[in-house]
Nanobody
Framework: QVQLVESGGGSVQAGQSLTLSCVAS????????VGWFRQGEGKQREGVAA???????VYVDSVKGRFTISKGNAENILYLQMNNLKPEDTAQYHC???????????????????WGQGTLVTVSS
């Protein structure tokens, strides 16, 4: 079973930046749609950004212009660059992967073939 491990979370002030990383235990980036989800305390899980195996990129409206999803040079790394962070971005962030779906569909799925344990992002005002 391929594993996903996230890192890079932390506590920052509003307006600051963080970069999250997701490392897979196998080279999956060219064959899976991969993306980031978040869940704040008392909130529903939300799809944030995703990249399809065809390179298509989608973002949820609330992060457009502030977050950038990208793949690393290696076939097993995914990043989420988060700029101008806001208190409402506070959440546990997870990476996910799924075969045979496009990026937009990945963000709509409630269950995923691969799911990481998450990394916590806390943004204070």
């Amino acid at each position: 079973q391929v594993q996903l491990v996230e890192s890079g979370g932390g506590s920052v002030q509003a307006g600051q930046s963080l970069t999250l990383s997701c490392v897979a235990s196998a080279d999956i980036m060219s064959t899976y749609a991969v993306g980031w989800f978040r869940q704040g305390e008392g909130k529903q899980r939300e799809g944030v950004a995703a990249i399809g195996s065809d390179g298509e990129i989608v973002y949820v409206d609330s992060v457009k212009g502030r977050f950038t999803i990208s793949k690393g040079n290696a076939e097993n790394i995914l990043y989420l660059q988060m700029n101008n962070l806001k208190p409402e971005d506070t959440a546990q962030y997870h990476c996910a992967a799924e075969r045979r779906v496009r990026a937009a569909m990945l963000l709509k799925l409630r269950n995923h073939e691969l799911w990481g344990q998450g990394t916590l992002v806390t943004v204070s005002s």
